[in-house]
């Protein structure tokens, strides 16, 4: 169980064993996320994005990935929304996990449904424990939920699941016109993601919405404090 003071971050220690924590959840998150891909049913709604810009380009996934996040968190920059150090670590560290398991030809590419659904579910899984993981670090949330929320909040009479169903399904739009893979895993990435997410967290007791996020000004603030 993490101490108040390493939960609230209110120590240079905290942070850097936080920004730790936040580092090795998303590594291990990615390869959640190359297990979803592995399953060759279709990409995730994101993935379907990065993957489709990794094609067109001839670049890496990672670098896909890094390219869609930053700009997303210059979005976010732009809304003037709270920005944490684990987003920067969050946009940098995923996609590149993504590309080392890659690099180790980790999991094959499924050749069927038989395989490939449970492949997928297993990366559910992995993704859902890692996002708790992450999320106790209180550093911040991924750049995508910040987006969520900032055009929620200016959205009022728009229910939050419309404006990420908007949200997924320009991403999938996009990244299919790029040749990212859609199909059945897209949907079972859209539809079960949150269920599965949801039952993870009921599993170690988690409420995310009792975390209180640090901000980046108010981690620099800490760490100046300790220069």
């Not at 609230?8 to 959640?32: D, H, P, Q, R």
Request: aromatic share 8%; hydrophobic share 50%; glycine share 10%.
């Amino acid at each position: 169980m993490m101490t108040k003071d390493l939960r609230e971050n209110k120590t240079l220690t905290a942070i850097v064993m936080n920004m730790l924590l936040a580092a090795l959840s998303l590594f291990v998150n990615g390869f959640g996320v190359y297990l979803t891909i592995q399953a060759n049913l279709g990409a995730a709604p994101w993935d379907v994005l990065n993957l489709g810009l990794s094609k067109s380009l001839g670049i890496l996934y990672g670098n896909a990935s890094i390219a869609v996040s930053l700009t997303i968190l210059l979005i976010d920059i732009l809304m003037r929304e709270p920005i944490g150090i684990a987003m920067f670590i969050d946009s940098i560290v995923v996609g590149k996990s993504v590309d080392f398991f890659n690099s180790l030809h980790a999991v094959p590419l499924c050749a069927s449904p038989l395989t490939g659904i449970p492949t997928m579910i297993a990366g559910l899984f992995i993704l859902a424990y890692t996002q708790y993981a992450y999320m106790i670090a209180s550093l911040g949330c991924g750049p995508r939920d910040t987006l969520l929320v900032g055009l929620s909040r200016r959205a009022p009479r728009v229910p939050i699941g419309a404006v990420s169903i908007a949200l997924l399904s320009a991403a999938t739009l996009v990244g299919w016109l790029l040749g990212g893979p859609v199909g059945i895993g897209t949907l079972i990435c859209a539809f079960a993601s949150g269920p599965v997410m949801q039952f993870a967290f009921r599993t170690v007791g988690f409420d995310a919405t009792h975390v209180r996020h640090q901000r980046l000004s108010e981690s620099l603030k800490v760490v100046l404090s300790k220069a």
